[in-house]
């Protein structure tokens, strides 16, 4: 049987629980699943590309058939040189799809072969988004539960570098904080 190749393209500014939920559901409906991360130069991210893949990889190294990536350019070109059948992409409410089904219809204008399909996260995480994550921890809000830990983490010692500090010198035994 021929083997299916899907990519998941986004900016993940930062990955979620609501990403990483559904990049388990597609690791189950696909041979492989290429997490494809968009390196777009009109917007200004929190995290680099660097600190964002990195954090795939941590985040889905249990899973064999998922690896992660970085593409420029249109999602049907990337497909194509990858070898993809489908995009991937989640549906959290009614409003993301009328913006989902505008991308879907102009990749399948610009790419007939290529499907789109969207999955749903879990109910927990319909109303959770990157953008949002940032807000409210920018703001000081508590994100426990709506990212993993590293990403809480991370965004912590992001949004004030004296976290990193003191984390640091706590793991030196011997220094004084
Ligand atoms: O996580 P996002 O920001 O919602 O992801 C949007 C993404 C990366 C899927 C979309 O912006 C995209 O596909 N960009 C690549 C450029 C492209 O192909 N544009 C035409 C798609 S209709």
Not at 8 to 21: A, E, I, Q, V
Not at 27 to 45: C, G, M, T
Not at 124 to 133: E, F, I, K
């Amino acid at each position: 049987m021929k083997k299916v190749i899907a990519i998941y393209p986004g900016s993940f500014d930062p990955p979620t629980n609501g990403h990483l939920d559904l990049i388990e559901r597609g690791s189950k409906i696909f041979d492989e699943l290429i997490v494809a991360i968009l390196r777009n130069p009109d917007k200004n991210p929190l995290f680099s590309l660097g600190e964002r893949r990195a954090m795939l990889e941590a985040l889905t190294a249990d899973f064999k058939n998922v690896r992660v990536d970085v593409f420029d350019g249109l999602t049907v070109d990337y497909a194509a040189r990858v070898k993809a059948g489908a995009v991937l992409r989640g549906i959290r409410a009614l409003s993301d799809y009328e913006y989902e089904l505008q991308m879907a219809m102009m990749n399948r204008k610009l790419q007939p072969d290529l499907e789109t399909v969207f999955m749903m996260p879990a109910e927990q995480y319909s109303y959770l988004s990157s953008r949002l994550v940032r807000e409210v921890a920018k703001l000081g809000g508590s994100i426990q539960d709506l990212v993993p830990e590293m990403v809480e983490r991370r965004l912590r010692e992001k949004l004030d570098p004296a976290i990193k500090l003191q984390d640091a010198r706590k793991m030196k035994p011997g220094k004084r904080a």
